[in-house]
């Protein structure tokens, strides 16, 4: 007896870990494996005779559209992703491999779900992007986006500059020396919390370092604009911060520059925001300085 005779293929697809789906014509299923309802929480008897379409995840209903149409032309497509409705409404990431049989007249497709790898693949974007203790932008990720804006405003008719503001905190250290790190780190998240409510949906607050942070501000914000906020987080900055029933003082020496100042390059900007924030802090501290390439 051949090996084939002895094996029923009903048998071999209640195996698999991935869903197998037949699709007639029109979109309807015709044929799912077990392994469909793993996947997606749909049992074969719900989801026969029902329209594939409707649990696609509705921001990739058209290119799904698209990848039906090339199937039904004969193309094979060995890999392609989209994003589908679970049973429990949450979205399930599928890889997908897919066939048009002419003769059947039917979209043969395996459905592997990746949803984990795409979850584990946003978090270490993420994570490479943002500050781990205060959830805030990093250095790399401010200097992408400043660049991008100095670029937009060099195309733009109106001549737009982008402004940056230079963030540092005075008397952080004692704080930090005295207390230890665990209420310095508590201090810095509830810090970059008030720079966050200054700057609202207008720009970006980003971590640079240390005690220091980068602000970009946004398209609309013009210079008096930033002045305006800038000295804002001076005065929120300047309020006491209550950390596990003390209270701490400290204040924000902050530099201002603006892509007015015919800059070339991002980190000239942030320099020139540097020197700004440094002459504040010669000043005493706890104020705006706003450079001035003439000085």
């Not at 790399?140 to 109106?158: D, I, S, Y």
């Amino acid at each position: 007896m051949k090996a084939s005779e002895l094996i029923d293929l009903s048998d071999v697809l209640e195996l698999m870990l991935d869903a197998v789906c037949v699709v007639d014509r029109f979109g309807r299923f015709v044929f799912v494996s077990a392994a469909f309802e793993d996947v997606f929480g749909y049992s074969p008897s719900e989801v026969i005779g029902q329209s594939m379409e409707s649990m696609v995840f509705p921001e990739d209903k058209f290119k799904t559209t698209k990848v039906v149409e090339t199937l039904l032309n004969g193309e094979i497509q060995p890999r392609f992703e989209n994003r589908w409705i679970h049973k429990s409404g949450r979205i399930v990431h599928v890889l997908w491999s897919a066939r048009w049989s002419e003769e059947h007249q039917v979209r043969i497709a395996v459905a592997h779900d990746i949803t984990e790898r795409k979850v584990m693949e946003s978090r270490l974007v993420y994570m490479a992007a943002h500050d781990q203790l205060t959830g805030l932008p990093n250095r790399a990720f401010f200097l992408e986006r400043l660049e991008e804006m100095l670029l937009r405003g060099r195309q733009n008719e109106k001549g737009f500059s982008p402004d940056v503001l230079f963030v540092d905190i005075d008397g952080f250290k004692q704080v930090n020396d005295n207390y230890g790190h665990g209420i310095g780190d508590k201090l810095l998240q509830l810090i970059a919390q008030r720079l966050q409510h200054c700057v609202g949906e207008s720009g970006c607050v980003a971590r640079q370092g240390g005690d220091e942070f980068l602000v970009l501000l946004g398209d609309d914000a013009s210079a008096s604009d930033a002045l305006i906020i800038a000295q804002n987080m001076v005065l929120e900055i300047s309020k006491p911060f209550d950390i596990e029933g003390l209270l701490f003082h400290v204040s924000a020496s902050i530099g201002l520059s603006s892509g007015k100042n015919h800059v070339t390059t991002v980190l000239e900007l942030i320099q020139q925001a540097d020197l700004a924030m440094y002459q504040a802090k010669k000043l005493g501290g706890s104020q705006v300085s706003v450079f001035n390439a003439g000085d």
